[in-house]
């Protein structure tokens, strides 16, 4: 029992230390990443429930590097996140996204705002300053941020959300459903919408809990006032669905892949029917 003792505790040592490995490279491929043109953003559209018109899209950042190709930002976020890291791809996603937007006709850019970005003590001076930049309208920006970011201090956020929300920016409240949230704090948040996370939407046709838990999120958001788009929608039967269930903005591949910005501008221009 000692020998295999040990060895796990070896195992686990060197795992650790391959872990550690992969981080420092990943940070310092990343700190790097900007000033190489590693970096892009695409565009996923979210189109409405009547009209199915393009409401808006939601910019995703890509990585694509030498060593490891293309890494999912799903993998070297959260890295960033430990870091100063995250303030400069943040800026960089801005400053990215902000004269795309200016090119389409009424949409909306829905941003993601890590938790670290999020509680920055002059967020919303700099989210102001860079949409003043840029010539934007704050309504043209959404800032869609997790439960994370905000029910750590619940009171602090309130008020940044407040602040923004006044300053007409809209609140996107992502993934909604699988972080820690008490449905007792939602009211007190300024916000517009709520999305429901995908794998609520994946789960829906399959159990009883998914599809429960799909009504009530969107049961709440309309009794709040507040529209719910429904994320990873990948068929005609998860719309027909969610049209029934009442959500008021769909978003997936059903409709679109994430597409580059060109492409993205054709899409804003003419009605979208999936
Ligand atoms: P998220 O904010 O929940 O974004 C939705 C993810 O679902 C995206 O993955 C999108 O490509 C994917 N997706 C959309 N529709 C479908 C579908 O129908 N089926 C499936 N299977 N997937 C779908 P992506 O682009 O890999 O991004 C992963 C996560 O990385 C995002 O999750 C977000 O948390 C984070 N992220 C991406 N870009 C940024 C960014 O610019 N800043 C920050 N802070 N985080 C970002
Ligand atoms: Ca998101
Ligand atoms: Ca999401
Ligand atoms: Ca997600």
Redesign the pocket.
């Known amino acids: 029992a000692k020998r295999s003792g040990r060895g796990i505790v070896r195992l686990f040592d060197e795992s650790m230390d391959e872990g550690i490995r992969f981080r420092r490279r990943v940070e310092g491929g990343l700190s790097q990443a900007i000033a190489k043109g590693e970096l892009s953003?695409?565009y996923?559209p979210i189109v409405s429930r009547d009209a199915v018109e393009v409401v808006g899209f939601?910019?995703?950042?890509?990585w694509s590097t030498d060593e490891y190709g293309a890494m999912?930002?799903?993998t070297f976020?959260p890295i960033?996140?430990e870091s100063n890291l995250?303030h400069e791809?943040?800026d960089w996603?801005l400053r990215e996204a902000l004269p795309v937007l200016k090119q389409w006709p009424d949409q909306y850019v829905s941003?993601?705002?890590?938790p670290r970005?999020f509680r920055r003590h002059d967020f919303v001076g700099h989210i102001m300053d860079s949409v003043e930049r840029a010539g934007v309208e704050p309504a043209r920006l959404q800032i869609?941020i997790?439960e994370t970011a905000i029910f750590d201090d619940a009171e602090r956020a309130a008020e940044t959300l407040y602040k923004l929300r006044q300053m007409g920016f809209r609140i996107a409240l992502?993934?909604f459903g699988t972080g820690y949230s008490s449905l007792y704090n939602i009211r007190k948040f300024a916000l517009d919408c709520l999305?429901i996370?995908?794998s609520f939407i994946?789960g829906m046709s399959r159990e009883r809990e998914s599809a429960a838990i799909v009504h009530s999120i969107i049961h709440l958001g309309r009794a709040l006032g507040l529209g719910v788009i429904a994320?990873?929608?990948?068929t005609e039967a998860q719309v027909q669905a969610l049209k029934l269930a009442g959500a008021s903005h769909f978003?997936?591949?059903?409709f679109s892949?994430?597409v580059g910005a060109d492409v993205a501008l054709g899409m804003a221009g003419a009605r979208y029917l999936g």
């Open positions: 953003l695409v996923q939601e910019a995703l950042i890509r999912s930002p799903s976020i960033a996140e995250i791809l943040g996603v941003v993601n705002f890590s970005q869609e997790t992502d993934d999305k996370d995908r994946d994320e990873g929608v990948e978003q997936g591949y059903f892949r994430p």
